[in-house]
């Protein structure tokens, strides 16, 4: 095999990443089994919460470390595929 830069490797990497990314939004909206996972919007919630000054467990579900809720938050702020 030839060898490959790093910048092609990113590269790659990127554009595996963004299109695994569209598969899930496809996915989502159109199949019955979703590709994202119930508890990614659990965090995306809990990230809502702290956000406008609360805790994340005022999510009735969320049983994770409150980190990950300000982990979370860009989903809220920047954009909702951001933890993906």
């Known amino acids: 095999l030839e060898a490959r830069s790093l910048g092609d490797l990113l590269l790659l990497g990127a554009a595996v990443r963004a299109g695994l990314l569209a598969l899930g939004e496809w996915q989502d909206r159109h199949?019955?089994?979703?590709?994202?996972?119930?508890?990614?919007?659990?965090?995306?919630?809990?990230?809502?919460?702290?956000?406008?000054?609360?805790?994340?467990?005022?999510?009735?579900?969320?049983?994770?470390?409150?980190?990950?809720?300000?982990?979370?938050?860009?989903?809220?702020?920047?954009?909702p595929l951001w933890g993906k």
Do not use: Q
């Open 31 to 79: 199949m019955e089994v979703k590709y994202t996972d119930i508890d990614y919007w659990v965090f995306t919630d809990a990230a809502a919460h702290v956000l406008r000054g609360g805790s994340p467990f005022d999510r009735a579900t969320f049983r994770y470390s409150p980190a990950l809720a300000w982990l979370c938050a860009p989903n809220v702020w920047l954009h």
